[in-house]
């Protein structure tokens, strides 16, 4: 199993241009998560699934969007982007269940100019 | 809104010394997990813990949740290099299907 895989690793974009980070995962888990990680801090929650169809928002949505068509793949868009959108994103997956493990890809670190 | 803080921010310490690693929060979690993160990687799961007052080892370090499953704590002894990276906890909430991550400590190890 290669788990979590994400692409681009790195990326500079433009203030104003469009991007999406892809991420898949081979583990058939249902959850899957799209975080956010600013230098030297947490992770804050982007969107999260819980299945094929079913998105929702967590702490810091706000110019991103994400769609869940298969149970392998979850990208996140960036439509506008802005310097304030600097940081490494990271996807994880899960399966259901209390105390469950998220399993993380590599992280794709955006810089925005 | 769930927070979790964690203290110290920053820790440098020589091999063979002890730490602990502190986790706060003033909300009630069902569980909580410690990961720990290396430079250009993703963060890893070292141990989950359920049960106010579990104490759960692995090796030199120990984590125990606080009876009331508000707080925990990590405790390294002997340090090593290798331990170097950033601890991160995260707490379950009740009926979410979402992990809250702590602040992060970064820890350096000096041979």
């Known amino acids: 199993n290669a788990g979590v895989t994400q692409t681009p690793k790195f990326r500079i974009l433009k203030i104003g241009q469009s991007m999406t980070l892809q991420c898949t995962q081979d583990m058939n888990h249902n959850y899957m998560y799209w975080y956010r990680q600013d230098p030297g801090m947490g992770l804050k929650l982007i969107y999260y699934s819980v299945g094929a169809g079913i998105t929702d928002k967590g702490e810091v949505p706000n110019g991103y969007n994400v769609s869940r068509s298969t149970t392998e793949d979850f990208p996140l868009r960036l439509e506008l982007a802005a310097p304030s959108q600097t940081s490494v994103y990271f996807c994880?997956?899960?399966?259901?269940?209390?105390?469950?493990?998220?399993?993380f890809g590599p992280g794709t670190r955006l810089t925005v100019t | 809104t769930q927070l979790l803080e964690q203290s110290p921010q920053f820790l440098s310490i020589q091999e063979g010394e002890n730490l602990t690693v502190y986790c706060n929060s003033s909300?009630?979690?069902?569980?909580l997990q410690w990961y720990r993160q290396e430079p250009g990687e993703g963060p890893v799961l070292l141990v989950t813990?359920?049960?106010?007052?579990e104490v759960k080892k692995l090796k030199r370090l120990t984590f125990q949740f606080g009876d009331a499953r508000k707080d925990s704590s990590l405790h390294i002894t002997a340090a090593q290099p290798g331990d170097t990276g950033l601890y991160l906890c995260?707490?379950?909430?009740?009926?979410?299907?979402?992990?809250?991550f702590g602040t992060g400590t970064r820890l350096q190890v000096f041979p």
């Open positions: 909300s009630v979690f069902s569980s």
């Open positions: 995260a707490g379950e909430g009740g009926n979410t299907d979402k992990l809250i």
């Open positions: 994880a997956s899960s399966f259901p269940g209390q105390g469950r493990e998220q399993y």
């Open positions: 813990v359920v049960t106010g007052g």
